[in-house]
Structure formats: C-alpha cells, structure tokens
C-alpha cells in the first residue's frame, strides 16, 4: 500500500468510478446506484450507493448519502449514513456522519455531529 496524498485519492477515486458528474453539472432527486460514484458537479436529493462515494474538490452535494464508503474533498451538506468515511484535506461536511471509521485529515472540516454506527455482527451478538 503506498502513500498516497489529497490529489492522489482524488485522481484516483474519479478514475475507478464508473459514473461521474463533471463540473457545471447539477443533479436534483435521487439518485441511486451499485457503482462508485464521483462528483465534481453538484448534487441535491439522496444519493444511495452500495460501493463509494467521492465528492471532488469542485464538487458539493446537498441531502443525503447512504453508501459503504464516503469520501469528501468537496463539500457535503446534510447527512452520511456509511461503514467508512473520509474527508480530505480542503473537504468539508456540514451535518450528520453515521458510520464504522471516520478519518479527517488535517485541513478537513467536520461542522455538526458524528455518532459510531454498529457493525452487523456487533448488533447481531
């Protein structure tokens, strides 16, 4: 496993992605997905992925993601329900993060709240 910096993630996770909404594009409802989604555009609805999400430096997204995996390098307003999420440098989350692990590097900004969501297994025992 290398080491990878803010722009790397980025580059990387916009790569892998399967759908991306560029920059000038925005997206009102829901929008849901089995694939990684990135954004550098702008969302406002529900956004529901069973893999990740990846919001860019020039992307923002309004309302709500449910996904496995979250990363922010953007801004996000509202809520993120996932098992793992991350907010880079120059990323900021303004609301609610339910999840596994949270990781924030320094210059990310976590603005609200952030409660430890259950493993299955550890709700399940």
Not at 3 to 11: C, E, F, P, T
Not at 20 to 41: D, H, Q, R, S
């Amino acid at each position: 496993m290398g080491i990878l910096n803010r722009s790397d993630k980025v580059a990387t996770t916009s790569t892998d992605a399967a759908s991306v909404i560029a920059v000038g594009t925005k997206i009102t409802g829901k929008v849901n997905l089995e694939i990684n989604l990135f954004v550098n555009g702008e969302i406002e609805g529900e956004v529901l992925s069973s893999t990740a999400v990846s919001i860019g430096a020039q992307g923002k997204v309004t309302g709500e993601i449910n996904a496995a995996k979250v990363i922010v390098g953007g801004e996000m307003h509202g809520k993120i329900d996932c098992n793992a999420c991350e907010i880079l440098a120059g990323g900021k989350i303004i609301g609610e993060v339910v999840c596994e692990t949270i990781v924030i590097e320094l210059g990310g900004m976590l603005e609200g709240s952030s409660k430890r969501k259950l493993a299955q297994k550890q709700v399940e025992e």
